[in-house]
């Protein structure tokens, strides 16, 4: 009966890993979901960003677009072994800013929340004003206190 068990076990157990690492895959696929809002000088985007430090993510500006990609990790617990990794590791989603929307990339802000959202501020300038194509942006983590909820 002890073998039966332990075979039961096995099984079960490499089922778990088989499904946590499917929905890993998928959570991969699918883009960080994304809301964008509008102020009178300024775009602001919010990204579902969980378990992010400032440190995992990457944000660009090019032509129009916000691109987000995430490279998170997970922790260690020290007694406890993994039977489901579940959570996708490598994340990205992206915004596209309406089309007549004249932003300064460089004048803009990205910070992860305790909340784990990313919001990423880009103020709009004059249709005069000329800017890069692309343009990096740093990310920095902020307190919640800091903004209204999410």
């Given at each position: 009966m002890t073998r039966l068990r332990?075979?039961?076990e096995s099984l079960g157990g490499t089922v778990l890993e088989g499904l946590g690492r499917a929905a890993a895959q998928l959570q991969e696929q699918?883009?960080?979901?994304?809301?964008?809002?509008?102020?009178?000088d300024r775009?602001?985007?919010?990204?579902?960003?969980?378990?992010?430090?400032?440190?995992?993510?990457?944000?660009?500006?090019?032509?129009?677009?916000?691109?987000?990609?995430?490279?998170r990790f997970r922790g260690f617990y020290d007694g406890f072994e993994m039977r489901l990794p579940g959570r996708g590791m490598s994340l990205d989603g992206e915004?596209?800013?309406?089309?007549?929307?004249?932003?300064?990339?460089?004048?803009?802000?990205?910070?992860?929340?305790?909340t784990g959202t990313l919001r990423v501020?880009?103020?709009?300038?004059?249709?005069d004003v000329t800017h890069s194509d692309t343009t990096a942006l740093n990310v920095d983590e902020?307190?919640?206190?800091?903004h209204d909820e999410e």
């Amino acid at each position: 009966m002890t073998r039966l068990r332990e075979l039961g076990e096995s099984l079960g157990g490499t089922v778990l890993e088989g499904l946590g690492r499917a929905a890993a895959q998928l959570q991969e696929q699918t883009p960080l979901p994304a809301d964008l809002l509008e102020a009178e000088d300024r775009f602001l985007a919010v990204f579902d960003a969980p378990g992010v430090e400032a440190e995992d993510v990457k944000v660009r500006f090019e032509n129009g677009v916000l691109r987000v990609q995430v490279d998170r990790f997970r922790g260690f617990y020290d007694g406890f072994e993994m039977r489901l990794p579940g959570r996708g590791m490598s994340l990205d989603g992206e915004v596209a800013l309406p089309a007549d929307a004249e932003v300064d990339p460089t004048a803009s802000t990205a910070a992860v929340t305790e909340t784990g959202t990313l919001r990423v501020e880009l103020p709009k300038v004059d249709t005069d004003v000329t800017h890069s194509d692309t343009t990096a942006l740093n990310v920095d983590e902020e307190s919640t206190a800091d903004h209204d909820e999410e």
